[in-house]
């Protein structure tokens, strides 16, 4: 098959999928445990009070939320309509769907200073208080290994179980550090599984481009809280950050 029957075929898979994709314990998060332990990790993985994190295969858009719900501003996109469909849904509930507009981190906003105040003594300043930034998600239907989007837009990249999947994964990675600001974070949460699909941590780190150092990396199997259930292969995160001095853009050639 060529890329776009195998595209195709992959979209079609996902599609019949996800109406059944929040069975599962860790992609639902419908098991309180269950989203305390993801809401944890992602908390303590990002060093930000209020980032632009792009979510990468977001699928039913259930990380977005854990997102969108810790104060950053998040993009989702997926291969599939109708996971960008659910998850467009599930956003919608939450009061937090952008569905207009341009989209990014909103850092601050200007406004009139308060009027002096009044001359009698006993009348207090009063202040105005600051609006708070509305937290919004923009869903895409988009392909994670040719993403168009601007570059160095994103603090933050994240994406759970979806690199193994993608041919040349060393290549997208390279295309995915163009997306990252200057010392941006990618967090990656992938694994190998016992039915012999995955990358090992190993090889996730022997293929991040150059620019990466490692931050650390997370062992997820021993912590049956994160599957609602026990497991017994390889499961992990991985977080690491973009150095710019060693920064090359993709087709950079590289140094002999």
Request: hydrophobic share 35%; net charge negative.
């Amino acid at each position: 098959m060529n890329d776009e029957t195998t595209q195709q075929a992959s979209r079609q898979y996902w599609d019949n999928v996800a109406p059944f994709f929040d069975d599962e314990p860790d992609h639902g998060l419908r098991n309180p445990v269950v989203l305390d332990a993801w809401t944890h990790l992602l908390r303590a993985s990002l060093p930000y009070t209020e980032a632009a994190i792009l979510d990468i295969g977001c699928g039913t858009g259930s990380l977005s939320a854990v997102l969108a719900g810790l104060g950053h501003q998040v993009t989702g996109i997926d291969l599939s309509p109708v996971m960008i469909s659910i998850a467009q849904t599930k956003a919608a509930k939450q009061g937090c769907l952008q569905t207009r507009g341009s989209h990014g981190v909103v850092r601050g906003r200007g406004g009139s200073p308060p009027p002096p105040p009044q001359p009698e003594p006993e009348k207090k300043k009063k202040t105005k208080k600051k609006k708070k930034t509305k937290i919004q998600i923009a869903f895409h239907v988009q392909d994670a290994a040719a993403l168009d989007l601007p570059p160095e837009q994103f603090d933050a990249l994240v994406c759970r179980h979806l690199l193994w999947a993608l041919p040349e994964p060393e290549q997208v990675l390279r295309r995915w550090a163009e997306l990252l600001k200057p010392n941006g974070r990618l967090i990656l949460i992938e694994g190998f599984w016992d039915s012999g699909g995955g990358l090992h941590a190993r090889e996730i780190s022997e293929i991040l481009p150059p620019c990466f150092e490692v931050y650390s990396i997370h062992n997820l199997a021993d912590h049956p809280d994160y599957w609602g259930k026990e497991v017994s292969d390889e499961r992990y995160a991985i977080i690491a950050d973009k150095n710019q001095r060693v920064w090359k853009p993709s087709g950079f050639a590289a140094d002999a």
